[in-house]
């Protein structure tokens, strides 16, 4: 008999041994656990056998629509927060004139993606919390640009809002043929065309 | 390579080194004192353990571990999750990709077979990711890249009944949202290439000149046997809990463990992973081994509990 014949058949030993005290406890009640492992480690047996479905869908929505609407939420937070950054920072008539408009844009894009998420039945998390996604504001964006003021605050604000606008039309544009539900895929139209026309009026950094 | 981080070995080889009566009965007390301290103390058990068993140890005392493997290095980066946001390009945090070069934001499961891999063996097409390191700003990519598929951390009664990981399954683990170092939802673990004196940590660690960072990250084991993803992209999958699959996600599967050894040392301030701090680290696979290689290699080494080869041979 090998050395490793014989490691085998103790360990065989020990699983033997291991099994007939697992199922002493779970007849004996005491510790409480053993009975829903038995369950489980039988229907480990019996796997499903019908053909599993490839990407998850809730409802009428797609990974692209549930994932698009937790970014866009993401975005627009951040991108709010600057924006109410702009009454007592900047020194610029027309930023504040421009600024204005696109907060209150924002504000409504985000009543309408958290009524999407909710319909959705995905919990009004942020997975992007704390994390420097392509184009969103940061934590440490807003640090600094919450210190500047007049023309230094107008042009970290507006290089902020250039790439969150370009960002929002660019992944807009994809959900509106990677998305599934209908009512997603619309607001993924209405923000493309809003991001281009808020881009478009973006003033110049004095 | 041992596959095991450092102070936490698989029980497979606390058990392996004894074989008396003895050492079979305080086994079994391990194990039901696992079963009913949940996997925290396991651990802290194993640590135990394995300090009593590791002196002396026996020259001819085989390990035995249910393991497959496959070696993946690097391919390329792109700000795309085909998970997270597929057919969404450029909407991610930077990702570095493991295996399969065609990975983007598009990728399905047909293209994955379609694509080629950077994977020994060339088999496994599959798609493996991870936030980008950075140091000091700059990209820093692992040289050693390594997926293990194993079978332990649940009970070989249920190690021999593991199924295959389903085709087109997408797993992600880890906590990209993780808060901080006491954050028991992450399950980042940093250490040191070679130095196990430096205590490892869910956030970077400061490692010797001579010595490579090291991130060990499990995937949850246990399959609901239904769906190959879900709308939160976790919860059709579960870790184990004492050893067994619960009973919400029966199917037990091979752990994927994904060991990375970054090419960089020292001061961990000048770290950064694309998600954030270390405790963020994350890890996302798209299964696209052919079906019949991945069956044949869970029944030759992980139902029976064999450390096999690259190419899936005992």
């Excluded at chain 1, 007849?27 to 480690?41: L, Q, Y």
Aim: glycine share 8%; charged share 20%; net charge neutral.
């Amino acid at each position: 008999m090998t050395a490793a014949t014989a490691a085998r058949r103790a360990a065989s030993v020990a699983v033997g041994v291991v099994l007939v005290v697992l199922l002493a406890a779970g007849c004996g009640g005491g510790s409480g656990k053993p009975s829903g492992e038995a369950r489980s480690t039988s229907a480990a047996r019996h796997p499903a056998t019908r053909a599993p479905s490839g990407q998850a869908t809730s409802g009428t929505f797609n990974s692209s629509d549930i994932g698009w609407i937790q970014l866009m939420i993401a975005m627009d937070d951040q991108a709010v927060r600057l924006l109410d950054l702009v009454p007592g920072h900047s020194s610029e008539a027309g930023v504040e004139k421009w600024a204005k408009p696109v907060a209150t844009a924002c504000r409504g894009e985000l009543v309408r993606l958290r009524k999407l998420l909710v319909r959705a039945g995905v919990p009004d998390t942020n997975p992007h919390e704390g994390h420097d996604m392509p184009g969103m504001v940061t934590e440490d964006e807003l640090r600094t640009i919450e210190r500047a003021k007049g023309t230094a605050f107008d042009a970290l604000l507006l290089a902020a809002m250039r790439e969150h606008l370009d960002q929002a039309a660019k992944i807009a544009h994809s959900e509106r043929s990677a998305g599934a539900d209908p009512a997603t895929r619309k607001l993924a139209a209405s923000v493309e065309r809003t991001s281009h026309t808020w881009r478009a009026r973006l003033p110049r950094a004095a | 390579m041992s596959p095991t981080p450092p102070r936490f070995p698989p029980l497979r080889r606390v058990l392996g080194r004894r074989r008396g009566p003895g050492v079979v009965l305080a086994a079994v007390a391990l194990i039901l004192s696992m079963l009913s301290t949940g996997s925290a103390s396991a651990r802290a058990d194993l640590r135990a353990a394995d300090k009593a068993a590791s002196s002396p140890r026996s020259a001819e005392a085989p390990v035995r571990v249910a393991e497959f493997v496959a070696e993946c290095p690097f391919t390329h980066r792109l700000p795309d999750d085909p998970i997270v946001f597929p057919g969404l390009p450029g909407a991610s945090h930077m990702h570095s990709f493991f295996g399969n070069d065609s990975t983007n934001a598009h990728t399905d499961l047909a293209a994955l077979k379609r694509g080629r891999t950077s994977c020994s063996p060339t088999t496994d097409l599959s798609s493996y990711w991870t936030p980008t390191l950075y140091a000091d700003g700059k990209e820093i990519e692992p040289t050693g890249t390594t997926f293990y598929y194993l079978g332990e951390g649940v009970h070989d009664d249920v190690i021999a009944t593991i199924k295959p990981l389903p085709q087109g399954l997408r797993i992600v683990a880890g906590n990209a949202k993780a808060t901080g170092v006491g954050d028991p939802t992450s399950i980042a673990r940093w250490s040191c290439l070679h130095h196990g004196e430096v205590n490892p940590s869910k956030d970077f660690v400061n490692c010797p000149s001579d010595s490579m960072l090291e991130s060990y990250l499990d995937f949850p084991q246990c399959w609901n046997g239904k769906d190959l993803d879900s709308p939160d992209h976790k919860s059709h999958m579960a870790y184990p809990v004492g050893g067994q699959c619960p009973a919400t996600h029966p199917v037990a599967v091979p752990k994927l463990r994904q060991v990375l050894r970054y090419p960089v040392n020292g001061d961990p301030a000048r770290l950064k992973l694309a998600s954030g701090a270390g405790y963020t680290m994350h890890g996302d696979f798209f299964n696209a081994w052919p079906e019949d290689e991945m069956a044949r290699r869970v029944r030759d080494c992980i139902n029976v509990i064999v450390k096999c080869d690259a190419d899936g041979r005992p």
